[in-house]
């Protein structure tokens, strides 16, 4: 497992996360999944991989919903960086699993709800059933009795707008960060589980500066994710300024630039921390950006 998923994978294990996920994006905004009432499933299963040999597959997360001490159902969120046409079987593995441990069972049998969470930069354009995946014609006669298993797959950066906006959480700040960086900036959004989340942002970007910048947003009383990119540029800016003040500038609008501040926002970011005319902005907006 790469560090990642590892990333993705301790993002949807907090609590508060992985029910605001299960909310909104299945119950549509309704509360039904609550916190206090998750419990950590299994996220191994064992199936024949030859006739001598068995293996292991690995879901990256599961919860139980709890109530008086009984599943009422067992939730699954398996995070995916790229596109995978086979996915469809992966899960139909792992829900024939969930519910053959339920087999013989003399407590009354849960539901296994699978969601599948796409945090590549493409749309999920692949299959999204078994009968997809067929690649032989198959008799009309025997479509009824043919397995009806699908995947429900959520393209993560590109929720619509409404979606998004039924978020209140941690989710919605990573949520912001790939695809409304300007809403993000506004909100002064503290972070629940900011370690998690700081650890995500880099898996999604690749920018080493959230890893280095956790025990900021950990400091006492919790920092806002705009508290933070204001840091992350106020360092680029000191870098700049000890080579020259054209060099500060230059660096506070590539690293305003890298960030996905917006333009509007990096100008007037320029003008308070340079004391610059609005003429000079301009042209220096025009140099950088």
């Known amino acids: ?23 909104v ?43 008086q001490g009984a599943a009422q159902a067992l939730y699954t969120l398996e995070n995916q960086s790229r596109v995978e046409r086979g996915m469809a ?11 053959r441990r339920q087999y013989g069972s003399k407590r009354q049998i849960y539901p296994v709800i699978s969601l599948v969470l796409n945090w590549s930069d493409r749309r999920w354009t692949t299959a999204t059933s078994i009968r997809e995946l067929l690649e032989y014609p198959v008799p009309e006669e025997a479509e009824d009795y043919l397995d009806k298993n699908r995947i429900h797959v959520f393209d993560m950066r590109f929720l619509d707008e409404s979606v998004r906006e039924m978020f209140q959480g941690d989710v919605r700040v990573v949520l912001d960060y790939l695809s409304d960086r300007e809403s993000l900036l506004q909100r002064r959004q503290k972070l629940r589980n900011p370690e998690e989340v700081m650890r995500m942002l880099h898996a999604l970007s690749g920018d080493e500066r959230y890893l280095e910048n956790i025990a900021f947003v950990k400091e006492e009383g919790g920092k806002a994710v705009c508290d933070l990119l204001d840091e992350m540029v106020n360092k680029g800016v000191e870098q700049g300024i000890q080579q ?34 609005d003429a000079e902005v301009q042209r220096d907006m025009a140099k950088y950006w």
């Open 1 to 23: 497992m790469g560090n990642k998923d590892r990333a993705e994978k301790l993002f949807v294990a907090c609590s508060d996360v992985f029910a605001e996920l299960v909310n």
């Open 25 to 67: 994006l299945l119950y549509r905004g309704k509360g039904i999944l609550s916190e206090e009432a998750v419990l950590p499933g299994p996220t191994e299963s064992i199936y024949r991989k030859t006739d001598h040999e068995l293996s292991g597959q690995f879901q990256d997360y599961s919860m139980y919903a709890m109530e």
């Open 244 to 277: 020259g003040i054209q060099q500060g500038i230059q660096a506070l609008v590539t690293t305003c630039r890298e960030l996905g501040i917006t333009f509007a926002e990096t100008a007037a970011k320029l003008k308070e921390k340079f004391s610059l005319e």
């Open 89 to 99: 079987l992966r899960s139909a593995g792992y829900e024939g699993a969930a519910y």
